[in-house]
C-alpha cells in the first residue's frame, strides 16, 4: 500500500522565519509530487509541484526533490501569519494513477 | 470556470440511513477522485475514475460505500446504512488527465452520521 510520511505533525514558527516541512514516499515508482495548502474549514489548494531532482522556487516558496530517497521538502522564507494552515503533500505514478497524500504538517506562524 | 462543485455542503443522517454525495468536476476534466478527510486519519483516498470508467477503488470501504459516474458531468459517492464513523468531510477532486495534472479540489460535503 502506497503511503506518504509527513514530518513534522506540527510546527510553529515566528513571523518571519523559516519553516520547512518534510515529505516521504514509499513507492519506488513514484513520479510526481505536489504540495497543497489548507486552510481551516476550506478545501486543499495546490501551491507547487515538482517532477524531477533539484529545486524550484516561486516566490517565498521553495521546493525540493531528491528522488533517489524518495523525499520532497517545502521550504517557505519571511513567513506570514496567513501562512498558517495545514500543508498537504501528494504522490503519484506516471500513467494516471490515483493520488495518494500524507496526512499533513499543521503550520502556525505566530505574529 | 466554476471549478469543481460538490452538493450538499452539508448533510445530517440519522444511524442506518443511506447518504448519496454528489460531485460536478470540472469540464473537460477526464479524472475524478474521491478522498475522506477526518481529523485522525487525515485525507484518505476512496476512489478513482478517468473517462468514466473506475480505475483504482482500493479505498473504497466494500460493503456499505459504492461510487458511480454515469456520465462525464457527475460522480456520485453513495455511502448504505451510514454509521457514526463515517461522519467525515468527503472531498472530489478532478485533474484533466490525471498523469503530472495536479488534481483541484471542490468544497467538499461534510457528513455528520448522528
Known amino acids: 500500500q502506497q503511503k506518504v510520511q509527513q514530518s513534522p505533525e506540527s510546527l510553529i514558527v515566528p513571523e518571519g522565519g523559516m519553516a520547512s516541512l518534510n515529505c516521504t514516499s514509499s513507492d519506488r515508482n513514484v513520479d510526481y509530487f505536489w504540495w497543497y495548502r489548507q486552510h481551516s474549514g476550506k478545501s486543499p489548494k495546490m501551491l507547487m509541484?515538482?517532477?524531477?531532482?533539484g529545486e524550484k522556487e516561486e516566490g517565498r516558496f521553495t521546493v525540493h526533490l531528491n528522488k533517489a530517497s524518495l523525499h520532497t521538502s517545502l521550504h517557505i522564507r519571511d513567513s506570514q501569519p496567513s501562512d498558517s494552515a495545514l500543508y498537504l503533500c501528494?504522490?503519484?505514478?506516471?500513467?494516471?494513477?490515483?493520488?495518494?497524500f500524507g496526512s499533513g504538517t499543521r503550520l502556525l506562524v505566530s505574529p | 470556470n466554476a471549478g469543481v462543485i460538490q452538493t450538499p455542503r452539508h448533510k445530517v443522517t440519522g444511524k442506518g440511513q443511506e447518504a448519496t454525495l454528489w460531485c460536478e468536476p470540472i469540464?473537460?476534466?477526464?479524472?475524478v477522485f474521491w478522498y475522506r478527510q477526518t481529523i485522525v486519519q487525515g485525507l484518505e483516498f476512496l476512489t478513482y475514475f478517468r473517462n468514466q470508467a473506475p480505475i483504482d477503488d482500493s479505498g473504497m470501504p466494500k460493503e456499505r460505500f459504492s461510487a458511480q459516474m454515469p456520465n462525464q458531468s457527475h460522480s456520485t459517492l453513495k455511502i448504505q446504512s451510514t454509521q457514526p464513523q463515517d461522519s467525515a468531510v468527503y472531498l472530489c477532486?478532478?485533474?484533466?488527465?490525471?498523469?503530472?495534472?495536479?488534481?483541484?479540489f471542490g468544497e467538499g460535503t461534510r457528513l455528520s452520521v448522528l
Open positions: 509541484s515538482i517532477f524531477s531532482n
Open positions: 477532486a478532478s485533474s484533466p488527465t490525471g498523469g503530472n495534472q495536479a488534481p483541484l
Open positions: 501528494a504522490a503519484s505514478r506516471a500513467g494516471g494513477y490515483k493520488v495518494v
Open positions: 469540464s473537460g476534466h477526464s479524472a
